[in-house]
């Protein structure tokens, strides 16, 4: 399509439409947004577009559905605690195989406290890869929209706020570059009449690389 030519809404075709894709190296990708940020949007798009294979993608809300099912919510807060050290026990499990084997791995959770995001950051040392942090921080307005709009039921419109506002304190560029990203770059969304599949289209994953010895 010519650069100047209309878009699919009609319009003309968008500064970021032209720009080359941000190329990711192999190593650690840690996805950092609070619920409903469209971090699940984005990595869908990336595998139906196969910029990335399913298998990358360690994902924290399917391996607690895999534990324990779709609907499953421990009643009190110490099988809560023991559920997510599970959880996250497994998750840590495949992230070090992948990169054990040269290969890329994407962790999608929240990540959006310090805590977490120096838990995988550890991991990714251990073999020398490189960690790569994408951040999804829309606004309020449009966290909270996408929230209604997805439906969920185990978290509160109270709790995505909660999760925005550590986001907002905890998850800034220069904060996450000095923890030990190598990279950090901010995923379009919403807020930018982007859609997912336009916002994956930005990047280009290196999905593997020889592995440490």
């Known amino acids: 399509m010519p650069e100047n030519s209309p878009d699919r ?11 080359p894709p941000i190329r990711i190296p192999a190593g650690l990708v840690v996805l950092v947004g609070p619920p409903a940020s469209g971090k699940t949007s984005f990595v869908r798009a990336l595998v139906e577009g196969r910029q990335i294979e399913a298998e990358a993608v360690v994902s924290s809300d399917e391996i607690r559905a895999e534990l324990f099912g779709a609907s499953a919510e421990p009643g009190d807060s110490d ?6 050290a599970r959880i996250f026990e497994e998750r840590d499990r495949r992230i070090v195989a992948r990169l054990a084997a040269g290969l890329s791995a994407i962790a999608e959770s ?7 995001r120096e838990r995988l950051i550890g991991l990714a040392r ?3 890869a490189p960690v790569t942090v994408l951040r999804f921080a829309p606004d309020v307005a449009d966290l ?3 929230y209604t709009e997805r439906g969920r039921t185990d978290l509160t419109a109270a709790d995505v706020r909660a999760y925005a506002a550590v986001m907002s304190r905890d998850a800034g560029a220069d904060r996450l570059r000095a923890e030990g990203a190598a990279a950090v770059h901010d995923v379009l969304g919403r807020g930018q009449g982007v859609t997912p599949a336009e916002a994956a289209a930005r990047f280009a994953f290196a999905m593997c690389c020889p592995p440490v010895r």
């Open 9 to 19: 809404a009609g319009g003309r075709s968008r500064p970021h439409d032209l720009t």
């Open 79 to 84: 099988a809560a605690d023991a559920a997510d």
């Open 110 to 116: 929240t990540n959006v406290t310090p805590r977490a």
């Open 126 to 128: 251990r073999f020398g």
């Open 144 to 146: 909270l929209q996408q």
